[in-house]
Protein backbone atom coordinates (compact mmCIF):
# COMPACT_ATOMS: atom_id res chain seq x y z
CA UNK A 1 0.00 0.00 0.00
CA UNK A 2 1.31 3.51 -0.91
CA UNK A 3 1.50 5.68 2.27
CA UNK A 4 2.13 9.71 1.96
CA UNK A 5 3.00 12.11 4.29
CA UNK A 6 1.68 15.17 4.43
CA UNK A 7 5.09 17.01 3.46
CA UNK A 8 4.77 14.74 0.23
CA UNK A 9 1.29 15.99 -0.52
CA UNK A 10 1.91 19.20 -0.13
CA UNK A 11 4.77 19.16 -2.44
CA UNK A 12 3.85 21.53 -6.10
CA UNK A 13 1.95 19.22 -8.49
CA UNK A 14 5.27 18.62 -11.15
CA UNK A 15 7.71 17.66 -8.23
CA UNK A 16 4.97 15.05 -7.01
CA UNK A 17 4.20 13.63 -10.25
CA UNK A 18 8.11 13.32 -11.15
CA UNK A 19 8.50 11.36 -8.00
CA UNK A 20 4.95 8.96 -8.41
CA UNK A 21 5.97 8.32 -12.21
CA UNK A 22 9.04 6.50 -11.25
CA UNK A 23 6.96 4.13 -9.02
CA UNK A 24 5.74 0.64 -10.28
CA UNK A 25 2.39 0.57 -11.46
CA UNK A 26 0.96 -1.60 -8.99
CA UNK A 27 2.34 0.69 -6.25
CA UNK A 28 0.59 3.69 -8.89
CA UNK A 29 -2.76 2.35 -8.55
CA UNK A 30 -2.66 1.59 -4.95
CA UNK A 31 -1.64 5.29 -4.30
CA UNK A 32 -4.80 6.31 -5.68
CA UNK A 33 -7.10 4.91 -2.98
CA UNK A 34 -4.84 6.89 -0.52
CA UNK A 35 -6.67 9.79 -0.89
CA UNK A 36 -8.75 12.07 -3.11
CA UNK A 37 -5.74 14.83 -3.96
CA UNK A 38 -3.59 11.65 -4.93
CA UNK A 39 -6.72 10.21 -7.05
CA UNK A 40 -6.78 13.31 -8.73
CA UNK A 41 -3.45 13.90 -9.74
CA UNK A 42 -2.73 10.45 -10.50
CA UNK A 43 -5.62 10.46 -13.09
CA UNK A 44 -4.49 13.70 -14.77
CA UNK A 45 -3.16 13.10 -18.52
CA UNK A 46 0.06 15.06 -17.17
CA UNK A 47 1.12 12.29 -14.86
CA UNK A 48 -0.02 9.77 -17.53
CA UNK A 49 2.20 11.47 -19.71
CA UNK A 50 5.05 11.58 -17.17
CA UNK A 51 4.99 8.01 -15.87
CA UNK A 52 4.41 6.61 -19.91
CA UNK A 53 8.47 6.85 -20.94
CA UNK A 54 9.14 5.37 -17.39
CA UNK A 55 6.66 2.68 -17.53
CA UNK A 56 8.27 -0.89 -17.79
CA UNK A 57 7.29 -3.93 -20.50
CA UNK A 58 5.56 -7.04 -19.35
CA UNK A 59 3.54 -9.33 -20.71
CA UNK A 60 -0.17 -9.60 -21.87
CA UNK A 61 -1.66 -13.48 -21.79
CA UNK A 62 -5.31 -13.47 -23.59
CA UNK A 63 -6.52 -17.15 -22.74
CA UNK A 64 -9.90 -18.62 -23.46
CA UNK A 65 -11.66 -21.19 -20.83
CA UNK A 66 -15.20 -21.90 -20.50
CA UNK A 67 -16.44 -19.63 -23.21
CA UNK A 68 -14.64 -16.89 -21.13
CA UNK A 69 -12.00 -14.95 -22.78
CA UNK A 70 -9.66 -13.97 -19.97
CA UNK A 71 -6.79 -11.53 -19.56
CA UNK A 72 -3.44 -11.43 -17.60
CA UNK A 73 -1.14 -8.72 -16.93
CA UNK A 74 2.37 -9.34 -15.60
CA UNK A 75 5.24 -7.02 -14.65
CA UNK A 76 8.38 -7.27 -14.66
CA UNK A 77 11.75 -5.15 -14.59
CA UNK A 78 14.39 -7.28 -15.40
CA UNK A 79 15.78 -11.16 -15.45
CA UNK A 80 15.43 -11.19 -11.34
CA UNK A 81 11.90 -11.51 -11.92
CA UNK A 82 11.85 -14.44 -13.91
CA UNK A 83 14.68 -16.22 -11.85
CA UNK A 84 12.38 -19.29 -10.48
CA UNK A 85 10.66 -19.72 -13.39
CA UNK A 86 6.90 -18.70 -11.90
CA UNK A 87 5.42 -15.91 -14.00
CA UNK A 88 2.26 -15.94 -12.48
CA UNK A 89 3.05 -14.60 -9.28
CA UNK A 90 4.08 -10.94 -10.70
CA UNK A 91 0.60 -10.53 -12.19
CA UNK A 92 -0.84 -7.11 -11.92
CA UNK A 93 -4.02 -7.65 -13.69
CA UNK A 94 -6.69 -10.99 -13.96
CA UNK A 95 -10.09 -10.36 -15.90
CA UNK A 96 -12.47 -11.47 -17.85
CA UNK A 97 -12.92 -9.74 -20.47
CA UNK A 98 -16.43 -10.87 -22.11
CA UNK A 99 -18.20 -10.30 -18.47
CA UNK A 100 -16.33 -6.92 -18.18
CA UNK A 101 -16.74 -6.08 -21.38
CA UNK A 102 -20.51 -7.21 -21.85
CA UNK A 103 -19.77 -9.76 -24.75
CA UNK A 104 -20.99 -13.73 -24.27
CA UNK A 105 -20.61 -16.58 -25.97
CA UNK A 106 -17.31 -14.82 -28.32
CA UNK A 107 -13.95 -15.21 -28.10
CA UNK A 108 -11.71 -11.94 -28.61
CA UNK A 109 -7.76 -12.00 -30.21
CA UNK A 110 -5.31 -9.77 -30.14
CA UNK A 111 -4.79 -6.87 -33.00
CA UNK A 112 -1.92 -4.64 -31.05
CA UNK A 113 -0.35 -2.90 -28.09
CA UNK A 114 0.41 0.27 -27.94
CA UNK A 115 1.69 2.72 -25.37
CA UNK A 116 -0.74 0.71 -22.64
CA UNK A 117 -3.42 0.41 -25.25
CA UNK A 118 -4.87 -2.65 -26.16
CA UNK A 119 -6.70 -2.98 -29.30
CA UNK A 120 -8.43 -6.35 -29.60
CA UNK A 121 -10.45 -8.44 -32.42
CA UNK A 122 -14.22 -10.04 -31.68
CA UNK A 123 -14.53 -13.54 -33.50
CA UNK A 124 -18.04 -13.96 -33.22
CA UNK A 125 -20.93 -15.13 -35.10
CA UNK A 126 -22.30 -11.94 -36.33
CA UNK A 127 -21.00 -12.02 -39.51
CA UNK A 128 -18.67 -9.64 -38.82
CA UNK A 129 -15.51 -8.21 -37.01
CA UNK A 130 -16.29 -6.27 -33.61
CA UNK A 131 -13.13 -4.17 -32.86
CA UNK A 132 -12.36 -2.64 -29.41
CA UNK A 133 -9.32 -0.37 -27.55
CA UNK A 134 -9.01 -0.56 -23.76
CA UNK A 135 -6.19 -0.16 -21.51
CA UNK A 136 -6.27 -2.95 -18.43
CA UNK A 137 -4.88 -0.84 -16.49
CA UNK A 138 -7.46 2.22 -16.30
CA UNK A 139 -10.12 -0.31 -16.78
CA UNK A 140 -11.94 1.74 -19.70
CA UNK A 141 -12.83 0.66 -23.62
CA UNK A 142 -14.31 1.88 -26.67
CA UNK A 143 -16.33 0.03 -29.68
CA UNK A 144 -14.72 0.74 -32.82
CA UNK A 145 -17.99 1.59 -35.50
CA UNK A 146 -18.73 -1.15 -37.79
CA UNK A 147 -17.00 -1.32 -41.55
CA UNK A 148 -19.14 -0.26 -44.41
CA UNK A 149 -19.63 -3.56 -46.45
CA UNK A 150 -17.17 -5.43 -44.57
CA UNK A 151 -15.68 -8.53 -44.62
CA UNK A 152 -18.53 -11.13 -44.61
CA UNK A 153 -17.55 -11.51 -48.67
CA UNK A 154 -14.03 -11.13 -48.00
CA UNK A 155 -11.56 -14.13 -48.23
CA UNK A 156 -9.97 -12.81 -44.56
CA UNK A 157 -9.85 -9.37 -42.93
CA UNK A 158 -6.34 -8.47 -40.70
CA UNK A 159 -5.50 -5.62 -38.50
CA UNK A 160 -2.69 -3.67 -37.38
CA UNK A 161 -2.72 -0.88 -34.74
CA UNK A 162 -0.46 1.77 -33.66
CA UNK A 163 0.38 5.00 -33.41
CA UNK A 164 1.46 7.75 -35.62
CA UNK A 165 5.42 9.51 -35.42
CA UNK A 166 4.74 13.29 -35.89
CA UNK A 167 0.65 13.63 -35.27
CA UNK A 168 0.42 11.18 -32.23
CA UNK A 169 -2.48 10.06 -33.36
CA UNK A 170 -3.92 6.26 -32.90
CA UNK A 171 -4.77 4.23 -35.78
CA UNK A 172 -6.52 0.63 -36.62
CA UNK A 173 -5.48 -0.43 -39.88
CA UNK A 174 -8.00 -3.11 -41.54
CA UNK A 175 -6.62 -4.94 -44.95
CA UNK A 176 -9.53 -6.78 -46.52
CA UNK A 177 -8.52 -9.63 -49.19
CA UNK A 178 -10.81 -10.87 -51.87
CA UNK A 179 -9.82 -13.92 -54.55
CA UNK A 180 -10.32 -12.91 -57.89
CA UNK A 181 -8.70 -14.61 -61.62
CA UNK A 182 -6.75 -13.31 -64.41
CA UNK A 183 -7.74 -14.51 -67.40
CA UNK A 184 -4.33 -13.83 -68.43
CA UNK A 185 -1.44 -16.67 -67.31
CA UNK A 186 1.33 -15.52 -65.68
CA UNK A 187 2.61 -14.55 -62.13
CA UNK A 188 -0.02 -12.33 -61.34
CA UNK A 189 -2.96 -14.57 -62.87
CA UNK A 190 -4.34 -15.45 -59.36
CA UNK A 191 -4.42 -11.76 -58.03
CA UNK A 192 -6.41 -10.57 -54.54
CA UNK A 193 -8.62 -7.36 -54.57
CA UNK A 194 -6.98 -5.68 -51.68
CA UNK A 195 -8.75 -2.62 -49.44
CA UNK A 196 -6.60 -0.90 -47.05
CA UNK A 197 -9.24 1.13 -44.55
CA UNK A 198 -7.76 3.45 -41.19
CA UNK A 199 -9.56 4.29 -37.82
CA UNK A 200 -7.83 7.50 -35.94
CA UNK A 201 -9.10 6.98 -32.35
CA UNK A 202 -11.47 9.64 -31.76
CA UNK A 203 -12.70 10.37 -35.24
CA UNK A 204 -15.29 7.87 -35.13
CA UNK A 205 -15.14 6.88 -38.88
CA UNK A 206 -12.91 4.52 -41.30
CA UNK A 207 -11.39 5.38 -44.14
CA UNK A 208 -10.05 3.93 -47.43
CA UNK A 209 -6.80 4.52 -48.29
CA UNK A 210 -3.83 3.44 -51.29
CA UNK A 211 -3.62 -0.27 -50.29
CA UNK A 212 -0.16 -0.92 -51.93
CA UNK A 213 1.48 -3.78 -54.31
CA UNK A 214 -0.19 -6.82 -53.56
CA UNK A 215 1.25 -9.77 -51.37
CA UNK A 216 0.50 -12.75 -49.78
CA UNK A 217 1.27 -13.40 -45.87
CA UNK A 218 3.76 -15.41 -44.99
CA UNK A 219 2.95 -15.80 -41.04
CA UNK A 220 1.32 -14.42 -37.37
CA UNK A 221 3.84 -11.40 -37.04
CA UNK A 222 1.86 -8.88 -39.11
CA UNK A 223 0.61 -6.32 -36.99
CA UNK A 224 4.17 -5.39 -35.56
CA UNK A 225 4.10 -1.48 -34.33
CA UNK A 226 7.67 0.39 -34.39
CA UNK A 227 8.69 3.73 -35.14
CA UNK A 228 5.48 4.74 -36.46
CA UNK A 229 5.20 2.08 -38.79
CA UNK A 230 3.17 -1.57 -38.95
CA UNK A 231 5.82 -4.32 -40.11
CA UNK A 232 5.23 -7.99 -41.01
CA UNK A 233 6.47 -10.73 -43.56
CA UNK A 234 5.11 -11.41 -46.73
CA UNK A 235 5.87 -13.44 -49.97
CA UNK A 236 6.01 -11.02 -53.19
CA UNK A 237 2.54 -12.42 -54.54
CA UNK A 238 3.62 -10.71 -58.29
CA UNK A 239 7.14 -12.09 -57.99
CA UNK A 240 9.17 -15.26 -57.42
CA UNK A 241 8.00 -15.46 -53.84
CA UNK A 242 10.66 -13.90 -52.02
CA UNK A 243 9.71 -13.29 -48.39
CA UNK A 244 10.09 -9.49 -47.48
CA UNK A 245 9.22 -7.19 -44.88
CA UNK A 246 6.74 -4.87 -45.52
CA UNK A 247 5.95 -1.68 -44.14
CA UNK A 248 3.13 0.63 -43.66
CA UNK A 249 3.88 4.46 -42.53
CA UNK A 250 0.52 5.31 -40.24
CA UNK A 251 1.81 9.49 -40.39
CA UNK A 252 1.14 9.07 -44.41
CA UNK A 253 -1.50 5.88 -44.27
CA UNK A 254 1.00 4.70 -47.38
CA UNK A 255 2.75 1.17 -47.58
CA UNK A 256 6.88 1.92 -47.61
CA UNK A 257 9.54 0.13 -49.79
CA UNK A 258 9.91 -3.84 -48.83
CA UNK A 259 12.73 -5.00 -46.74
CA UNK A 260 15.00 -8.32 -46.99
CA UNK A 261 15.08 -10.17 -44.50
CA UNK A 262 18.58 -11.68 -43.61
CA UNK A 263 20.29 -13.15 -46.18
CA UNK A 264 20.99 -17.02 -45.26
CA UNK A 265 24.60 -18.74 -45.35
CA UNK A 266 23.96 -20.60 -48.91
CA UNK A 267 21.53 -18.06 -50.40
CA UNK A 268 18.80 -20.44 -50.04
CA UNK A 269 15.00 -18.84 -48.77
CA UNK A 270 15.25 -18.80 -44.91
CA UNK A 271 12.21 -19.63 -42.38
CA UNK A 272 11.61 -18.16 -39.47
CA UNK A 273 9.50 -15.28 -37.97
CA UNK A 274 9.64 -11.42 -37.70
CA UNK A 275 9.76 -9.50 -34.37
CA UNK A 276 10.61 -6.82 -31.91
CA UNK A 277 13.96 -6.52 -29.61
CA UNK A 278 14.71 -3.50 -27.76
CA UNK A 279 13.39 -1.11 -30.08
CA UNK A 280 14.43 -2.92 -33.32
CA UNK A 281 13.72 -5.25 -35.76
CA UNK A 282 14.33 -8.82 -35.43
CA UNK A 283 14.33 -12.48 -37.56
CA UNK A 284 14.32 -15.80 -35.57
CA UNK A 285 15.51 -18.03 -38.13
CA UNK A 286 14.64 -21.88 -37.64
CA UNK A 287 17.75 -23.96 -38.77
CA UNK A 288 18.19 -27.77 -38.98
CA UNK A 289 18.56 -29.84 -35.88
CA UNK A 290 22.03 -30.35 -35.98
CA UNK A 291 22.87 -26.19 -36.88
CA UNK A 292 20.77 -25.42 -33.44
CA UNK A 293 16.92 -24.61 -32.95
CA UNK A 294 17.11 -21.08 -34.00
CA UNK A 295 19.78 -18.22 -35.26
CA UNK A 296 18.53 -14.67 -33.89
CA UNK A 297 19.56 -11.63 -35.70
CA UNK A 298 18.68 -8.06 -35.44
CA UNK A 299 18.45 -5.17 -37.60
CA UNK A 300 20.69 -2.72 -35.42
CA UNK A 301 20.14 0.23 -38.47
CA UNK A 302 16.16 0.37 -38.91
CA UNK A 303 15.43 -0.08 -42.37
CA UNK A 304 18.98 -0.79 -43.55
CA UNK A 305 19.25 -4.44 -44.78
CA UNK A 306 23.27 -4.55 -44.36
CA UNK A 307 22.86 -3.94 -40.66
CA UNK A 308 21.13 -7.55 -40.04
CA UNK A 309 23.40 -8.59 -37.35
CA UNK A 310 23.27 -11.99 -36.09
CA UNK A 311 23.83 -12.44 -32.14
CA UNK A 312 22.72 -16.03 -30.75
CA UNK A 313 21.99 -19.20 -31.72
CA UNK A 314 19.19 -20.91 -29.47
CA UNK A 315 20.87 -24.52 -29.15
CA UNK A 316 18.79 -26.19 -26.82
CA UNK A 317 15.45 -26.00 -25.12
CA UNK A 318 15.23 -28.38 -21.57
CA UNK A 319 12.02 -30.82 -21.86
CA UNK A 320 10.94 -29.87 -25.40
CA UNK A 321 12.90 -32.16 -27.62
CA UNK A 322 10.22 -31.78 -30.93
CA UNK A 323 9.47 -28.37 -30.87
CA UNK A 324 7.86 -27.23 -33.97
CA UNK A 325 10.86 -24.58 -34.60
CA UNK A 326 8.57 -22.18 -37.03
CA UNK A 327 6.37 -21.68 -34.19
CA UNK A 328 9.01 -19.72 -32.12
CA UNK A 329 8.20 -15.86 -31.49
CA UNK A 330 11.32 -13.09 -29.83
CA UNK A 331 9.09 -11.56 -26.73
CA UNK A 332 11.26 -9.74 -24.51
CA UNK A 333 15.11 -9.30 -24.04
CA UNK A 334 17.20 -8.34 -21.06
CA UNK A 335 20.02 -5.82 -20.34
CA UNK A 336 22.39 -8.97 -19.54
CA UNK A 337 21.65 -10.95 -22.82
CA UNK A 338 18.39 -13.24 -21.62
CA UNK A 339 15.47 -13.59 -23.68
CA UNK A 340 11.53 -14.69 -23.34
CA UNK A 341 10.18 -16.83 -26.42
CA UNK A 342 6.63 -17.53 -27.17
CA UNK A 343 5.67 -21.21 -28.67
CA UNK A 344 3.09 -21.09 -30.84
CA UNK A 345 1.06 -19.15 -27.79
CA UNK A 346 1.21 -22.54 -25.86
CA UNK A 347 4.37 -22.36 -24.06
CA UNK A 348 6.67 -19.48 -22.92
CA UNK A 349 10.56 -19.89 -22.22
CA UNK A 350 13.45 -18.11 -20.85
CA UNK A 351 16.84 -18.23 -22.28
CA UNK A 352 19.61 -18.00 -20.46
CA UNK A 353 22.55 -16.09 -22.28
CA UNK A 354 25.01 -17.71 -20.12
CA UNK A 355 24.18 -21.23 -20.45
CA UNK A 356 22.61 -21.19 -24.02
CA UNK A 357 19.74 -23.03 -22.74
CA UNK A 358 16.17 -22.26 -22.54
CA UNK A 359 13.43 -23.47 -19.25
CA UNK A 360 9.90 -23.57 -19.54
CA UNK A 361 7.79 -20.35 -17.65
CA UNK A 362 5.08 -21.24 -15.88
CA UNK A 363 2.69 -18.82 -16.48
CA UNK A 364 0.09 -20.27 -14.04
CA UNK A 365 -3.05 -20.63 -16.80
CA UNK A 366 -2.02 -24.14 -18.54
CA UNK A 367 -4.32 -26.47 -18.31
CA UNK A 368 -6.76 -28.94 -20.55
CA UNK A 369 -10.02 -26.46 -20.37
CA UNK A 370 -8.06 -23.03 -21.58
CA UNK A 371 -6.00 -22.57 -24.95
CA UNK A 372 -3.91 -19.45 -25.07
CA UNK A 373 -4.91 -16.48 -27.62
CA UNK A 374 -2.25 -14.52 -27.40
CA UNK A 375 1.02 -13.63 -25.46
CA UNK A 376 2.67 -10.15 -26.32
CA UNK A 377 4.71 -7.60 -25.06
CA UNK A 378 2.77 -5.23 -23.17
CA UNK A 379 3.59 -1.49 -21.95
CA UNK A 380 1.82 -0.89 -19.02
CA UNK A 381 0.40 2.71 -18.66
CA UNK A 382 -2.08 4.78 -17.28
CA UNK A 383 -3.06 6.53 -20.87
CA UNK A 384 -6.87 7.51 -20.54
CA UNK A 385 -9.08 6.98 -23.24
CA UNK A 386 -10.92 9.34 -22.04
CA UNK A 387 -8.42 11.88 -23.65
CA UNK A 388 -9.66 11.06 -27.24
CA UNK A 389 -12.59 13.17 -27.59
CA UNK A 390 -15.47 12.03 -29.88
CA UNK A 391 -15.20 8.45 -28.32
CA UNK A 392 -17.47 6.80 -25.98
CA UNK A 393 -15.40 5.58 -23.29
CA UNK A 394 -17.34 3.21 -21.22
CA UNK A 395 -15.64 1.27 -17.96
CA UNK A 396 -15.25 -2.36 -17.02
CA UNK A 397 -18.30 -3.71 -15.29
CA UNK A 398 -15.73 -6.23 -13.10
Known amino acids: MCRTSPFLVNLP ?3 LINILSRLPIQTILSCKCVNKQLLCLLSTPEFAASHLPL ?7 LHYCNYLTSCRVFEFEDELGLQNSNLHSSAVRKFDLNVSMGLPDVCLGVVGSVNGLLCLREWGNSGYDALYVCNPMTREYIALPRIEGSPENSDFFDYGFGVSKMSGQYK ?6 RQSYDSQPGPCSDIRDYECLVYTVGTRSWRKVQPGAPFEHYDLSFSLFLKGNLHGCVLDYC ?4 KLIYC ?42 DEGISALSVMKEYGVAKSWTEILVISEVEDFTFLYKDCIYPIKAFKNGDLVLNWNNLNLFYFNSVTKTCRDLDSGIQNEQSSIEAIIPHRLSLLSLKNFDGENVLSFSS
Not at 172 to 177: A, I, K, M, S, T
Not at 239 to 242: H, I, M
Not at 254 to 260: D, G, T
Open 13 to 15: SEI
Open 55 to 61: STTGLLI
Open 172 to 177: VVGYVH
Open 239 to 242: GSAV
Open 248 to 289: FDLESESFKPFLQIPPSQDGAPLAGNLGILDDCLCFLENRSA
